[in-house]
């Protein structure tokens, strides 16, 4: 199907159930942001091993890739340079490269993180938007890679990313490009025109923090959720309006976990801090924050958990790495894994299955309804460390390393 063709399916399919385009993965945790995979089939039994299907040299950096149609797009950095380019799901050819000069002096407490980029790239209407670890906004023809716009913040903040570089993923939602720029001290929680760049409206509170924001309809209100450096908040969708704050600060300013919105709950943690649940709820005019439950046992500090099987299945950074599970409703700890399973799980789920894509490489496929942690089969899948989330298809898993890309099948 030529590209022109495929852009319009995409903007059809837009139109109907996720279910139908199972296929496509075209943000960070995909299109409901959620980390949920739909349409993938159980599977009664998983392979014993994964066949190597491609594999491409692409660049450092932790962005993971995103999938719409037939194409991968994936952006990193080679060199001073970040590059954005859109690869053929079924070969790994590239179908188009675009790069731009983005030198970056890292904060020395982030060396072994590298120079990104971290924030993953949004897909839409034809469209590939990326956030540069330095905070360079951009806009791309998904069929040409052709730029249509390109933003840089400079002139209007001191900082143009947080201490440790830029890790937001940009959100669409209703015709409004996402994101939060700026830096340590003072930012724009700000709605683009995706078409043109503009502004739309922005929210300058609070500079950004690690994690990405996502919709939700909260005491009658559709708004975005997201950390800023130092609070959780609430902003309007429609105007931008700050809705709800809640303060929250983590030991080197690190709010980096995204919140998980169930039903009218918002589920957040932090490092050292426990995984807690808050009901947003309004009164009159204004708005109050309602704690519900919190859970002591585990906290989040880069993971975020992911709401399969009625369960909210994380991992915590306590005991140097640890699975949890948790009834969302109460916050009660349905099971715990044993300690030392690494500094860091990506994780996704579909199909009755939790994957979880450990930083030493180590892809864990685990049962989320068992009453145990129960690994159902674990596989070796790069020889580098492993920190951006995969795209589960339903016949392999795209995961990137430190240097590579590849497609391994089922």
């Given at each position: 199907?030529?590209?022109?063709?495929?852009?319009?399916?995409?903007?059809?399919?837009?139109?109907?159930?996720?279910?139908?385009?199972?296929?496509?993965?075209?943000?960070?945790?995909?299109?409901?942001?959620?980390?949920?995979?739909?349409?993938?089939?159980?599977?009664?039994?998983?392979?014993?091993?994964?066949?190597?299907?491609?594999?491409?040299?692409?660049?450092?950096?932790?962005?993971?890739?995103?999938?719409?149609?037939?194409?991968?797009?994936?952006?990193?950095?080679?060199?001073?340079?970040?590059v954005v380019q859109a690869l053929?799901?079924?070969?790994?050819?590239?179908?188009?490269?675009?790069?731009?000069?983005?030198?970056?002096?890292?904060?020395?407490?982030?060396?072994?993180?590298?120079?990104?980029?971290?924030?993953?790239?949004?897909?839409?209407?034809?469209?590939?938007?990326?956030?540069?670890?330095?905070?360079?906004?951009?806009?791309?023809?998904?069929?040409?890679?052709?730029?249509?716009?390109?933003?840089?913040?400079?002139?209007?903040?001191?900082?143009?990313?947080?201490?440790?570089?830029?890790?937001?993923?940009?959100?669409?939602?209703?015709?409004?490009?996402?994101?939060?720029?700026?830096?340590?001290?003072?930012?724009?929680?700000?709605?683009?025109?995706?078409?043109?760049?503009?502004?739309?409206?922005?929210?300058?509170?609070?500079?950004?923090?690690?994690?990405?924001?996502?919709?939700?309809?909260?005491?009658?209100?559709?708004?975005?959720?997201?950390?800023?450096?130092?609070?959780?908040?609430?902003?309007?969708?429609?105007?931008?309006?700050?809705?709800?704050?809640?303060?929250?600060?983590?030991?080197?300013?690190?709010?980096?976990?995204?919140?998980?919105?169930?039903?009218?709950?918002?589920?957040?943690?932090?490092?050292d801090h426990p995984v807690k649940?808050?009901?947003?709820?309004?009164?009159?005019?204004?708005?109050?924050?309602?704690?519900?439950?919190?859970?002591?046992?585990?906290?989040?500090?880069?993971?975020?958990?992911?709401?399969?099987?009625?369960?909210?299945?994380?991992?915590?950074?306590?005991?140097?790495?640890?699975?949890?599970?948790?009834?969302?409703?109460?916050?009660?700890?349905?099971?715990?894994?044993?300690?030392?399973?690494?500094?860091?799980?990506?994780?996704?789920?579909?199909?009755?299955?939790?994957?979880?894509?450990?930083?030493?490489?180590?892809?864990?496929?685990?049962?989320?309804?068992?009453?145990?942690?129960?690994?159902?089969?674990?596989?070796?899948?790069?020889?580098?460390?492993?920190?951006?989330?995969?795209?589960?298809?339903?016949?392999?898993?795209?995961?990137?390393?430190?240097?590579?890309?590849?497609?391994?099948?089922?």
């Amino acid at each position: 199907m030529p590209w022109s063709c495929r852009r319009i399916a995409v903007l059809v399919a837009a139109l109907v159930p996720v279910a139908s385009v199972a296929a496509d993965w075209p943000q960070w945790r995909g299109p409901a942001r959620d980390g949920l995979i739909a349409g993938l089939a159980p599977r009664a039994s998983w392979p014993e091993v994964l066949r190597p299907g491609w594999k491409v040299t692409v660049g450092i950096g932790h962005s993971s890739p995103v999938v719409v149609g037939d194409r991968v797009f994936l952006f990193s950095r080679v060199g001073d340079e970040e590059v954005v380019q859109a690869l053929d799901l079924a070969t790994g050819k590239s179908l188009w490269r675009q790069s731009y000069a983005a030198p970056y002096t890292m904060n020395m407490a982030a060396t072994a993180h590298g120079k990104g980029p971290k924030s993953t790239p949004v897909v839409d209407a034809g469209r590939v938007f990326t956030l540069g670890i330095g905070g360079t906004l951009s806009a791309f023809d998904a069929g040409s890679g052709r730029v249509l716009w390109r933003k840089e913040f400079a002139s209007q903040f001191k900082e143009t990313t947080p201490l440790y570089g830029t890790a937001m993923s940009p959100i669409v939602d209703e015709g409004r490009l996402i994101a939060h720029v700026g830096g340590s001290g003072g930012g724009s929680f700000t709605a683009f025109d995706p078409a043109t760049g503009s502004a739309l409206w922005a929210w300058k509170g609070d500079g950004p923090g690690y994690s990405s924001p996502v919709v939700a309809e909260l005491a009658g209100v559709r708004q975005y959720v997201t950390f800023t450096e130092s609070s959780l908040v609430g902003v309007s969708a429609a105007k931008g309006e700050l809705l709800w704050k809640l303060p929250f600060t983590t030991s080197w300013v690190q709010n980096a976990v995204t919140p998980v919105v169930h039903g009218d709950l918002v589920i957040y943690s932090g490092l050292d801090h426990p995984v807690k649940a808050a009901r947003i709820v309004r009164k009159g005019t204004a708005y109050a924050v309602e704690l519900v439950w919190e859970n002591a046992e585990v906290a989040s500090y880069m993971s975020t958990p992911v709401l399969v099987a009625g369960r909210l299945c994380g991992f915590s950074h306590r005991k140097k790495g640890q699975f949890f599970c948790l009834d969302p409703a109460t916050g009660k700890t349905l099971w715990l894994s044993e300690g030392r399973q690494g500094e860091n799980a990506a994780l996704v789920a579909g199909a009755g299955s939790l994957f979880a894509l450990t930083d030493s490489s180590e892809l864990l496929v685990a049962n989320p309804a068992a009453s145990t942690f129960a690994v159902q089969k674990r596989y070796d899948v790069a020889g580098s460390p492993t920190w951006a989330h995969p795209v589960v298809l339903p016949d392999g898993v795209l995961v990137k390393d430190a240097l590579t890309l590849a497609l391994l099948k089922f």
